[in-house]
């Protein structure tokens, strides 16, 4: 089983839809949570970055992280066309290896 | 703004070539990054390096080297392309060690014909 889960889709929603995308992972010790979105034929950038549980806001996405059921959510409210990407969530241990371990991505396609 | 430029958005190399790829960052990063991305398979690392001269193996180092003579270059050496070697190829830096964020460059999608 791998480390970190994700469907890789593709979802597709209207525009104006609320979008989760979720990940699931079996490593107790992940404390830093991160989503990454990825336009085709270009590389992941950054979008969310949390540490340890709770929600965070910006602007229409919102992380959420639930340690106790190690599952991680991204909500994208009012969903535009300029949305549709692959995102992939990527989680670290706290005083292990800093480096994330990715999961797989799903794909978003926002239709006009 | 971070940004790491990678030389080449498209390239295609026959088998048994020597390819390098290149990959420059901006912002004084130590910890620099080399990622191979094929569908269904997500992110795997093949080497990193968080000081220049040192490197580390990832996932999959095999049929890969790299370099870093200089602290904002990292280099990814194919000794021998072969087909399997066929992907989307990203370089990425983080500030420090212990630093999870990762910024990624544009791409080089290598064909290897």
């Known amino acids: 089983q791998k480390e970190v889960e994700q469907d890789p889709g593709p979802l597709s929603v209207p525009e104006g839809a609320i979008v989760s995308l979720n990940c699931t992972y079996s490593?107790?010790?992940?404390?830093?949570f991160m989503w990454y979105r990825q336009y085709s034929r270009k590389g992941p950038e950054l979008l969310m970055y949390?540490?340890?549980?709770g929600n965070k806001e910006d602007g229409r996405f919102t992380a959420q992280v639930d340690k106790s059921s190690k599952y991680i959510s991204l909500f994208i409210r009012d969903s535009q066309p300029s949305d549709s990407a692959t995102y992939l969530c990527a989680m670290s241990e706290w005083g292990g290896s800093y480096i994330p371990t990715f999961g797989r991505g799903t794909s978003l396609i926002v239709h006009p | 703004d971070v940004k790491v430029t990678q030389s080449s958005r498209y390239l295609v190399k026959r088998t048994g070539e020597k390819v390098f790829l290149e990959c420059v960052q901006d912002?004084?990063?130590?910890?620099m990054f080399w990622y191979r991305q094929d569908p269904g398979l997500g992110l795997r690392l093949i080497y990193f390096?968080?000081?220049?001269?040192?490197?580390e193996k990832g996932d999959i180092p095999e049929g890969y080297s790299v370099s870093r003579e200089k602290k904002e270059r990292f280099s990814l050496i194919l000794e021998s392309a072969s087909t399997n070697q066929t992907s989307m190829y990203l370089c990425a830096s983080s500030q420090y060690r212990g630093d999870e964020k990762l910024f990624f460059g544009s791409g080089t999608q290598l064909s290897v014909l």
């Open positions: 490593n107790s010790a992940f404390q830093y």
């Open positions: 390096s968080y000081d220049v001269k040192m490197k």
């Open positions: 949390t540490y340890s549980s």
């Open positions: 912002m004084d990063h130590e910890n």
